[in-house]
């Protein structure tokens, strides 16, 4: 059943008895066109596509615990597509412009909202850099504005912009077309269009091994038995160096983690997502009223999704420096999702040296606000067997080749990641 | 939060340590090519024991090797870097 005001006003009359299961449970065919691992957004929206643009729709998505429990439930929720390399401008503008119809197209409320997304700078070094990435963002068609310390402060009242402050506020860069989505509702939203166009979305199935005839993948065995597929395409975030490894591969790839806390919540005072260019600190309310924030990632491998609470008290520190006001309020529950850290901190979709097999990962912290752009690129790699151009980019040979995407700026070097 | 043990300082707070890289991607100069880009570009990313290089970084400096549980954090070996020579 569509959902719309004319249907919710009927099933209001009628008690809410009428409403249909948002997607089917079921049981694992024995051989699909293609099996998607991984049932956070990225796998979802991938499948989603598969189907409504390629017209594949024997696709299985198959997810060991429940869809959209891994990172797309743990991160701090923020969209934007303010960064500086043109490659990236490219994938994460695609993905933007998705999110703006996301809500329409899937007939879901993601709660997309576009409350700006703004990075603060701390110097004029910072400032140079935020006039720098603005700049080279208009370039390539993208919202970016350069406010001063003034505009700044009327946006947000509530930061600490005098001259004393610990971290002073020279100015900003502000992505107004950013902000922050529901994102439990975008696995939700994406499983409930993918299963209506046939998709099977298999929760509780856990992939144990790739089976392989003749150095191409040609099935998986799952905690559900042993499902066939032409073609296999790997989209665990965290765990895709476990999964490859199942086919012999190793990747250019650590899993590392990455905390997020929120506050109890409270009346609206925040209505922008801030960032800054200096520290690793992210601010934003849900609309829920929780003060969201996330901070650097624990820099050490690990599978655990609990973090070090050192980690937590810099972030804190940060943010009520940034924030007084923040001070007097209670957090209720931090969280870690395990990440899958790339040596120049960009992603990789691209086909594996083993036939059948693709790889959607690396996307380290920063996954969430593709998700769109994501599971499009990959669903056109998966039915054409060709990169889309935007993803071309993204190769996992990029590394060993010298072709790395290097937002970062550190260069090639994986222990300077 | 991991308490390291320093085998010069004893028992110290995981926040005084950095972790370099797994030991699998320290690289030696007389490694051939595919050995060095295999090294250092692609990880094994194991999820257990894991060997890895850590440094003292804010207390006495020094490098160690660990061997850390990558889902339990549980440390069952730490050796200086150098010892053995």
Redesign the interface.
């Known amino acids: 059943m569509k959902y719309s005001a004319f249907n919710l006003f009927r099933e209001g009359l009628a008690g809410h008895k009428g409403w249909p299961q948002a997607w089917r449970d079921p049981e694992p065919k024995s051989h699909y066109d293609i099996v998607v691992i991984g049932g956070g957004g990225h796998g979802l929206t991938t499948a989603y596509y598969l189907a409504s643009l390629h017209g594949v729709n024997k696709v299985a998505v198959l997810e060991r615990s429940w869809i959209g429990g891994g990172n797309t439930g743990r991160n701090t929720t923020i969209v934007r597509s303010n960064y500086r390399q043109p490659e990236l401008h490219a994938l994460m503008e695609l993905s933007l412009k998705r999110w703006e119809g996301m809500s329409d197209e899937i007939n879901y409320n993601v709660m997309f909202s576009q409350r700006g997304a703004l990075f603060l700078g701390h110097s004029d070094s910072d400032m140079l850099q935020l006039a720098q990435k603005g700049d080279a963002m208009r370039a390539d068609g993208i919202d970016a504005e350069l406010m001063t310390r003034d505009q700044v402060a009327k946006l947000i009242p509530l930061l600490d912009v005098s001259p004393t402050a610990r971290y002073p506020v020279q100015g900003g860069l502000i992505q107004r077309r950013g902000g922050t989505a529901r994102h439990d509702a975008v696995a939700w939203g994406y499983a409930r269009a993918a299963d209506r166009l046939g998709v099977d979305i298999i929760q509780q199935c856990e992939v144990m091994g790739i089976d392989m005839v003749g150095g191409r993948a040609t099935g998986v065995r799952t905690t559900r038995g042993v499902i066939g597929a032409d073609k296999i395409a790997i989209c665990v975030a965290g ?1 895709s ?2 999964v490859a ?1 199942m086919a012999g591969l ?6 590392h983690l990455l905390q997020a806390f929120v506050s109890e919540p409270v009346k609206p005072m925040i209505d922008t997502v801030i960032m800054t260019q200096s520290l690793h600190c992210y601010i934003s309310q849900s609309d829920k009223g929780e003060i969201v924030l996330g901070g650097d990632p624990d ?6 999704q609990r973090g ?3 980690i937590i008290e810099k972030a804190a520190a940060e943010a009520l420096a940034l924030v007084p006001s923040l001070s007097r309020l209670r957090m209720l529950r931090s969280w870690a999702g395990t990440t899958d850290m790339s ?1 120049d901190g960009s992603p990789i979709i691209d086909r594996t040296p083993v036939d059948g097999l693709y790889l959607n990962g690396g996307w380290c912290y920063g996954g969430f606000k593709a998700t769109p752009g994501s599971g499009f690129l990959y669903a056109h790699l998966l039915a054409t067997g060709e990169s889309h151009p935007v993803a071309a980019p993204f190769r996992l040979d990029r ?2 080749t010298g072709h790395t995407i290097d937002e970062p700026g550190v260069g090639p070097m ?2 300077n990641r | 939060m991991m308490l390291i043990p320093c085998p010069y300082c004893g028992p110290r707070a995981q926040s005084e340590f950095t972790f370099d890289r797994p030991v699998e991607a320290i690289t030696r100069p007389d490694g051939s090519a595919p050995e060095l880009i295999r090294n250092l570009f692609t990880r094994d990313n194991p999820k257990g024991p894991s060997r890895e290089l850590w440094r003292h970084t804010y207390g006495c400096r020094s490098w160690i090797t660990l061997t850390r549980d990558t889902v339990t954090h549980e440390i069952s070996d730490v050796t200086p870097v150098g010892a053995s020579q």
Do not use: I, K, M
């Open positions: 765990h160096g476990r490894a190793r990747l250019p790839v650590e899993s820099a050490y491998p690990t599978y655990s070090a609470p050192h040596f590394f060993e994986p222990q």
